[in-house]
């Protein structure tokens, strides 16, 4: 399996930027995919996930309302959909997969990751 993240940057607080993932590798029905990220100093933590052949998504409290996941199954990529960003979202973005349902909100536990994608949110 293999995941490339892209699309981070510089936003000012309010704004919204788009990130995605490219998936590859083996055939992603059944499997979970998801978006984890980092701040500086801090653990890891779950912001959403979706399962890919189906319709639910799942996301931290933190993020509800303001960050959508999708995913362009023709392209077998995924997408975080960022709005109001808040400087408290800036980190690194992560995107992971896993073959289970729901998906795990313990980053520990997924096995592929992609690259980081830095997200900076200035106030």
């Known amino acids: 399996v293999q995941l490339q993240a892209c699309g981070g940057g510089l936003v000012q607080a309010g704004g919204s930027l788009r990130l995605s993932c490219a998936a590859s590798?083996?055939?992603?029905?059944?499997?979970?995919m998801g978006w984890f990220r980092q701040a500086p100093g801090k653990e890891r933590e779950f912001v959403g996930a979706l399962i890919w052949s189906g319709v639910s998504t799942y996301y931290a409290e933190s993020v509800k309302g303001r960050f959508t996941i999708f995913r362009d199954s023709a392209k077998n990529t995924m997408y975080l959909q960022m709005n109001s960003l808040k400087p408290e979202d800036t980190g690194v973005y992560y995107c992971?997969?896993?073959?289970?349902?729901?998906?795990?909100?313990?980053?520990?536990?997924?096995?592929?990751w992609g690259k980081g994608t830095l997200v900076t949110v200035s106030s």
């Open positions: 590798g083996r055939p992603f029905s059944g499997w979970t």
């Open positions: 992971a997969a896993d073959n289970r349902i729901p998906p795990p909100t313990d980053w520990r536990v997924h096995d592929y």
